[in-house]
């Protein structure tokens, strides 16, 4: 066999060199590019970004997890400290030292202050984080103002101005000092009560329940005029509040802008149709799970027949209220009897929260908002350490 020249051979095993050495720089480039980078994710407000009766795979940040570990190839690592009923409160006030906190009962603390400060103590740092979920107001308003057809629209839109303005500003400003690296994600809400809400026997009769008048009427509404009325009011607190939020967020990327800050702040204005609202057909959000009968029969009996939700975690949020509720020595009868209210209204927390359909619908909001930065590069801060949100 004729042995190749030195010079050929010298040449054959120059290629044989570099194209292993191309390959082994090939599959480092693809290692290193595919390879998940840390991804702390931060979660903060009330009960619509807790995700009240879902379990947690259900959840609007949890499906915002997976899509950008697909999409951004990152491991993510969050720290979720919304839950019901969470307040926007005020920097430096203490909770009660003996509060219990379950994301399934309403509590107004810790409010979303607080929620800052415990986020900080875990992260040690707060440069690590790279994104915030944030909702809140709606329980500075008070849900049950919805509720009542005693309200009016205009009633509904200064609170709204309110308490979903400045205090949110603030916040948000708060936010992004503590967490340098982050960029916010505010949503918005839905309006509750639609036309399409159906007006039978038991939605009118819940409808009468919650009137109280604010002034003084020459008679009462009719039927017609009661869901006319929470139609209005639904509609008024969903356009209102969506101003109030979108011109926090304008406010504090001014202030960003001025800083040269890489971060920025968006707002998710949740697209809900009149067909998502409470009890329609196509709803979006948690019902009862009862016949006509016993709905009513629990109206008429004032509470003493039970009614249950129709969400996913009922059961598991029913013990957390039989805790968080639990009878206390020498309790009086008056005592007693809010305890049991309470209890109630505890254990039928979901209704009216965003099912898993709504979740989905909120979770696309966020991913679409999250889109419009993504894409670019620079989003991601340029160091990771072993720090977490976790």
């Not at 054959?12 to 292993?20: C, G, P, S």
């Not at 005592?335 to 505890?346: E, G, T, Y």
Request: charge should be positive.
């Amino acid at each position: 066999m004729k042995l190749p020249s030195p010079s050929k051979f010298q040449a054959i095993l120059l290629a044989v060199v570099l194209l292993a050495f191309s390959a082994a720089i090939q599959g480092q480039t693809t290692e290193n590019r595919s390879a998940p980078r840390d991804f702390n994710l931060l979660v903060l407000g009330d009960s619509i970004l807790w995700g009240q009766g879902l379990k947690t795979e259900h959840k609007s940040w949890f499906l915002v997890k997976n899509w950008l570990e697909q999409t951004q190839h990152v491991t993510v690592k969050e720290r979720v400290e919304a839950h019901a009923g969470a307040v926007i409160g005020s920097g430096g006030i203490a909770p009660p030292q003996s509060l219990t906190v379950y994301g399934e009962v309403n509590s107004a603390w810790p409010t979303l202050h607080d929620q800052v400060d415990d986020a900080l103590r875990s992260v040690g740092d707060g440069s690590q984080v790279d994104l915030v979920l944030i909702d809140g107001c709606i329980n500075d308003v008070n849900a049950r103002r919805f509720l009542n057809a005693g309200n009016s629209g205009p009633a509904i839109e200064a609170l709204a101005q309110e308490k979903c303005g400045a205090p949110v500003e603030q916040l948000l400003s708060r936010i992004a000092s503590s967490f340098p690296n982050a960029h916010i994600v505010l949503t918005g809400y839905y309006p509750v009560i639609s036309e399409k809400t159906p007006r039978d026997l038991f939605m009118r009769a819940l409808a009468k329940r919650f009137y109280a008048a604010l002034s003084s009427e020459a008679r009462r509404p009719s039927d017609k005029e009661l869901f006319e009325r929470l139609t209005a009011i639904s509609n008024a607190w969903y356009e209102a509040s969506n101003r109030a939020l979108m011109d926090a967020v304008a406010k504090t990327n001014s202030q960003l802008a001025a800083r040269a800050s890489r971060q920025r702040v968006t707002f998710a204005r949740i697209p809900f149709l009149p067909e998502h609202a409470f009890a329609a057909r196509e709803s979006r959000l948690w019902g009862f799970d009862a016949t006509t009968v016993r709905k009513m029969l629990a109206l008429l009996t004032f509470g003493r027949v039970s009614l249950q939700a129709n969400d996913e975690v009922r059961s598991r949020r029913s013990s957390m209220c039989e805790d968080f509720f639990r009878k206390t020595p020498g309790e009086s009868e008056a005592q007693k009897s809010a305890r049991k209210d309470s209890l109630m209204v505890c254990r039928l927390a979901a209704i009216a929260h965003p099912n898993r359909k709504g979740a989905v619908m909120y979770a696309d909001a966020i991913t679409e908002q999250l889109q419009s930065f993504t894409t670019g590069s620079g989003w991601l801060r340029t160091a990771t350490t072993t720090a977490s949100a976790q």
